[in-house]
């Protein structure tokens, strides 16, 4: 199947432009893939905490200490949840925002062929600014709603390291 959405994606060439360094640079697909299942401590009254939210509400934050497993508990709430999961492992601050985004799209898509091709994708190669991120949300939740009937887990892992980086350039 990664080979069928590949072609639907418009971003899938795995070649993205680095307008800094003046060449093409690939997505690490590592980022975009679901880590596999460790044999962890189960804690189903997290698991039951998360399965709650996920039908009451529309997103959920998971914090705690370096350590405490929020990883782990998120793989055993995502293998049991009968959803697809969109998983976006941020390794560094993303100090640029056309790159955060261009990664989470395109875990989306492994999901959802063709997710972002509405308008989220042509927007994204313009030149973004932190001004523009109340835009880029709604178009995101718009596109993420026009495919309501394939219902999807997105997962943001380490999504602090995104907000650490604005700090730093702002």
């Known amino acids: ?8 994606n418009p971003m899938s060439n795995e070649q993205l432009p680095n307008e800094n360094a003046g060449h093409q640079w690939k997505l690490i697909m590592e980022k975009i893939a679901a880590p596999s299942p460790t044999a962890s401590l189960r804690r189903p009254r997290l698991v039951a905490l998360l399965d709650q939210s996920l039908h009451s509400c529309t997103s959920t934050i998971i914090t705690g200490r370096a350590g405490s497993g929020k990883t782990s508990l998120v793989i055993d709430f995502a293998e049991d949840c009968e959803r697809r999961v969109a998983w976006y492992k941020v390794d560094a601050p993303e100090t640029e925002l056309r790159i955060f985004f261009q ?3 395109s875990s ?19 030149p973004l600014e932190p001004s523009q991120v109340p835009l880029l ?15 999807l887990l997105v997962v943001v892992d380490d999504l602090h390291l995104v907000c650490r980086s604005e700090e730093h350039t702002s």
């Open 103 to 105: 990664y989470l799209i």
């Open 137 to 151: 949300a709604d178009m995101f939740v718009y596109e993420l709603e026009l495919q309501l009937a394939s219902r």
């Open 108 to 126: 989306i898509q492994a999901q959802r062929p063709g997710f972002g091709s509405y308008a989220l994708c042509s927007f994204i190669e313009q």
């Open 1 to 8: 199947t990664e080979n069928a959405s590949q072609s639907d």
